[in-house]
């Protein structure tokens, strides 16, 4: 479990939480949509203890937590097997049992053999974004932070990295906490979906939902989650 608990915090350009509360059971998939800077990535660098409360309590009793980020941020001079590896090699994982681990991860997330020996400059934006997904889930997370890894790709790309994303999780089972701008990637992808709204953030929708594949329904799904006032409010008025 994740708990924000009367979260505070001021960066000195305003509070950014004021007695925020939030909270990620195991096993669920939540989005954190709102408008920029309202908080959103703020709130996953308090779920990894990179950032500490001013006052409240921010509790993450998951056993171990990724992060995935908005860039890739591979080691340029290490090749993809390597760089999926990362956290293995932090862990004590010898050598060569976390190559393989990370090179089954990335043969499963479409990387055929003579691509787990390139460097990053030798990959392209969408083989970078799956070596730092890979990287994620080798250390088997029961807990994952994603500030908005697929922003930078295009559709066809997107779509595919969520169902790998998506897969994966179900396989392992993990908790997600991710940020995204895009209320289809949230219908996408999430079983919840929390509204932030402007600063000092507090959460002014929190909607259930059920995760979908098809186009249609997610267009539908959207196009319903924004005629809801709050959502509207926070994400498309002025």
Sequence with gaps: MLVFDGVTLDFGDGPVF????????????VALLGRS????TTSLRLAAGLVAPASGRVENRFRRTAMVFQE?????????????AFGLAALGVGREARRARAGDLLTGFGFAP?????????LSGGMQSRVAIARAFAVEPDLVLM????AALDVGLRRELQDLVR?????????????????????????RILVLSARPARVVLDAEATPTADPAAIHAAAATFLALPAARGALLER
């Design 18 to 29: 004021d007695r925020f509360d939030l909270a990620v059971a195991p096993g669920r998939l």
């Design 37 to 40: 800077g309202c908080g959103k």
């Design 72 to 84: 890739p941020r591979l080691l340029p001079w290490a090749d993809a097997t390597d760089n999926a």
């Design 114 to 122: 003579a691509d787990l020996g390139k460097r990053p400059a030798e």
């Design 147 to 150: 500030d908005e890894p697929f």
């Design 167 to 191: 897969d994966a999780v179900e396989r392992r089972g993990s908790a997600v906490l991710f940020v995204t701008h895009d209320v289809t990637e949230a219908i996408r992808l999430a079983d």
